[in-house]
């Protein structure tokens, strides 16, 4: 199962959000789902306040806009049709985002017990695995689904797999890592009360230290 985990360089020292008039704010990004301490983590990695959502279409012809009813609908779907956040800094012209987030269903999750590569991966002590990494994040936790159809991509499974894609050279702040992971909780949190799994999947609030 592969993994966007490793690293993330931090090529900036300037921490101090860029003064915008458009866009939104953090907390209105991926449908209102980060919290205070997540809409903080995402103004720092971007040095900015004022962010953009994509509102296109997918290769299945879905809006592309992210919702928590469409993540949920969609988790035991194949990868393109997936609902997921795309958050971009406003005035960025360079058509990658800041932040990628997509939520499926997993019949399984990596064993904590594997070697941490090289890289300066971290682990966190969240849901039944979690991971930060130069490309992103990766967070496992419980939360048992059953797949719509007998047809569906994925069947029945007790895991979703949030994963937060993110451009190194694109970070800011001084502790990239611990941003990251903080917003994909967030998230993660939101999406598994929408699933009703919260109780299963017991994500705190607050990310611990590793």
Same mark, same amino acid.
């Given at each position: 199962?592969?993994?966007?985990?490793?690293?993330?360089?931090?090529?900036?020292?300037?921490?101090?959000?860029?003064?915008? =008039?458009? $866009?939104? @704010?953090?907390?209105?990004v991926c449908d209102g789902t980060l919290d205070t301490s997540a809409a903080a983590a995402l103004q720092r990695l971007a040095g900015t306040d004022q962010f953009d959502e994509s509102?296109?279409?997918?290769?299945?012809?879905?809006?592309?806009?992210?919702?928590?009813?469409?993540?949920?609908?969609?988790?035991?779907?194949?990868?393109?049709?997936?609902?997921a956040c795309w958050v971009y800094k406003t005035?960025?012209?360079?058509?990658?985002?800041?932040?990628?987030i997509r939520f499926s269903a997993s019949r399984s999750y990596p064993s904590a017990s594997e070697k941490e590569s =090289?890289? $300066?991966? @971290?682990?966190?002590?969240?849901?039944?695995?979690a991971q930060v990494g130069p490309s992103g994040a990766d967070l496992f936790f419980q939360c048992t689904t059953?797949?719509?159809?007998?047809d569906a991509y994925v069947g029945d499974t007790k895991y979703v797999k949030a994963e937060l894609f993110s451009v190194a050279n694109k970070m800011r702040g001084d502790?990239?890592?611990?941003?990251?992971?903080?917003?994909?909780n967030s998230i993660s949190r939101r999406v598994a009360q929408e699933a009703d799994c919260a109780s299963e999947a017991g994500l705190p609030r607050e990310v611990p230290s590793q």
């Open positions: 199962m592969a993994l966007l985990v490793g690293a993330c360089s931090n090529n900036s020292s300037n921490n101090e959000p860029e003064e915008s =008039s458009t $866009g939104i @704010a953090a907390s209105k509102t296109a279409t997918n290769e299945a012809g879905n809006p592309t806009a992210f919702s928590l009813r469409n993540a949920i609908k969609n988790l035991h779907d194949e990868y393109r049709k997936r609902s005035g960025d012209d360079s058509g990658e985002p800041l932040l990628e =090289s890289g $300066g991966k @971290a682990r966190y002590p969240l849901g039944v695995y059953k797949a719509p159809t007998k502790n990239v890592n611990k941003d990251r992971i903080v917003i994909l």
